[in-house]
């Protein structure tokens, strides 16, 4: 045992003997240190995290220094001074020097213009008995810089490839928020501007700006901060056109000097009132066309382009495609703002889609479509085929990948335009063989989930001429509306089922007019109206009337 302690008691004796030491050299330092000396380890720098000063537009910081002698205790009277060692040029300290109070504190403000880091160094200058002065070991590091947040601040807007996005940006410093700074615009870039060009955070430090882009998704964007040197980025997320996007601002404006032949739609039955347009800001300047009630009666579904007769890439464009408004009271002319309802989703390439119907339930949607899988275009070898009829499933009301119907409900012809009769019929245009001539009106009779092949119901409905763009209404489901082009000018006829055959179409409304579709109750009916002169359409817009 006694020979087990002995190592430990020889450990002690050493430890011992290195305290004596390090005690023994302090006592030694202490000597060598005159009375009121600062000292260099004992004192201490502190910095409160910067601030952003709105009225002297520029960031400030406050730095403490107190200084202690060898024992530890504060020395009033000490000058400090506090230099720049690294940072930005303009940062400085206010006042330069210092004295430091009966508590041995002496405090600076620290300035500057420049986001980034800036180090200070203090020097102690004790009173002249008391001998030279002394570095303190600890620097003042300061951080200048405040952050933005940018958060959507409404919808989006695009006018063709651009988009406009409002943004709310919160500026903040280290204390929180920072109200009523002035935060300006980045100048214009090649694909980005934003304005205005100058805003002041309020009382959340928030300020709003509109930022207009080609390109979306996440996209950096610089603003300047008054009297701040270099820019304030911020990271935006500028959102893509797509399902449920506000519609673009129209850019089309018909020819003034143009004089239409039909200025406004002529109604020719007695048992319907005066036509009336469809008021802003369902109305614009462009063309709105190929129109589709909901089952209740409440939404409407529109084709927009953004001119007339547009070229391939206007025509294929992502913007030029279906839209839906919803009904605003019981005005029957007054819609909401229209967004944009998506049939494209999983295509590959570009697609035209357009004049949807809906299932009695809404679970499904069926509308025609320009697009590489019509069947015309991938025969061999291929044929023009600009309409197909597509089914969508509809999930959190947002159309889900279509199918092309096939056949026999599609053809290697002009296949769409169709309709959804109350007892599950489809009734579709088609310029296939087999018909009266041109464009006919043809049944497809419900089979299972889908509908059996195209039969063409003959004369009267049919002609030589054209027909199409047949609709229905719940209340009367033995009676059809349709468009036809053969007296003169399209016009919307409406035709009986007897049990046995169709009756003789009657006329309701002529002059250029299209695309019927009628409330559940059958007391209001929607139409197209197209402006056309000797040069042909400039323009088509949403009409109804009601039923006497």
């Not at 300290?93 to 041995?104: I, V, Y």
């Not at 700006?209 to 911020?234: K, M, W």
Request: proline share 9%; aromatic share 8%.
């Amino acid at each position: 045992m006694s020979c087990l302690r002995r190592p430990v008691l020889g450990a002690l004796l050493l430890q011992t003997c290195l305290l004596s030491l390090v005690v023994s050299c302090d006592e030694e330092k202490k000597k060598s240190e005159p009375e009121g000396t600062p000292s260099a380890s004992r004192s201490t720098v502190s910095v409160a995290a910067a601030r952003y000063d709105v009225e002297g537009e520029r960031f400030v910081a406050e730095v403490t220094v107190v200084v202690r002698d060898r024992d530890d205790a504060p020395l009033a009277g000490v000058v400090v001074s506090l230099t720049r060692e690294q940072g930005p040029e303009d940062a400085a300290a206010l006042p330069a020097e210092a004295t430091t109070d009966a508590s041995g504190v002496a405090v600076f403000a620290v300035t500057g213009n420049t986001p980034g880091s800036a180090s200070f160094r203090a020097r102690a200058v004790p009173p002249a008995v008391a001998g030279g002065p002394v570095t303190l070991q600890q620097a003042a590091v300061v951080e200048f810089g405040v952050t933005l947040e940018a958060a959507p601040d409404g919808d989006p807007t695009y006018v063709w490839d651009t988009g406009t996005h409002p943004l709310r940006l919160t500026l903040r410093d280290p204390s929180g928020p920072v109200l009523g700074a002035h935060l300006a615009a980045p100048a214009a870039a090649v694909d980005l501007t934003a304005s205005p060009e100058e805003a002041t955070t309020d009382a959340s430090g928030q300020a709003a700006f509109v930022v207009e882009s080609t390109r979306t998704g996440s996209q950096d964007v610089e603003f300047e901060l008054a009297g701040i040197v270099g820019a304030i980025p911020v990271t935006a997320m500028l959102v893509p056109f797509g399902h449920g996007s506000l519609r673009p601002v129209c850019q089309y404006a018909p020819d003034p000097s143009r004089t239409a032949y039909y200025p406004a739609p002529v109604v020719v039955s007695p048992d319907w009132g005066e036509p009336q347009p469809v008021l802003a800001p369902l109305t614009d300047a462009c063309p709105n066309d190929a129109i589709e009630l909901s089952p209740d009666g409440t939404r409407i579904f529109f084709f927009w382009s953004p001119v007339v007769n547009g070229d391939a890439a206007q025509s294929l464009h992502e913007h030029t495609g279906t839209y839906v408004a919803t009904r605003i009271g019981e005005d029957p002319g007054l819609f909401s703002t229209p967004r944009y309802f998506k049939l494209s989703k999983g295509v590959e390439g570009a697609s035209v889609d357009g004049a949807p119907s809906f299932t009695p339930d809404g679970g499904a949607v069926v509308f025609h479509s320009t697009r590489a899988a019509n069947l015309g275009f991938q025969a061999d070898p291929p044929t023009d085929d600009f309409l197909d009829i597509y089914r969508a499933t509809i999930l959190d009301g947002e159309p889900g990948v279509a199918v092309n119907l096939g056949v026999p409900i599609n053809s290697t012809w002009l296949d769409g335009e169709h309709g959804l009769a109350p007892d599950g019929s489809l009734y579709l245009s088609s310029n296939r063989p087999g018909g009266q001539g041109g464009v006919d009106l043809w049944v497809c009779p419900p089979d299972g989930d889908g509908w059996s092949a195209p039969v063409n119901p003959g004369a009267p409905i049919n002609t030589a001429h054209w027909e199409g763009q047949p609709a229905f209404f719940v209340a009367d489901p033995d009676t059809m509306f349709f468009v036809s082009n053969r007296d003169g000018p399209s016009a919307i006829y409406r035709s009986t089922w007897t049990g046995t055959t169709w009756s003789v179409p009657e006329m309701i409304i002529t002059g250029y007019v299209g695309e019927p579709t009628l409330d559940p109750t059958g007391e209001t009916l929607y139409f197209v109206h197209v402006l056309v002169d000797d040069d042909g359409v400039f323009g088509s817009n949403v009409w109804y009337v009601r039923r006497r």
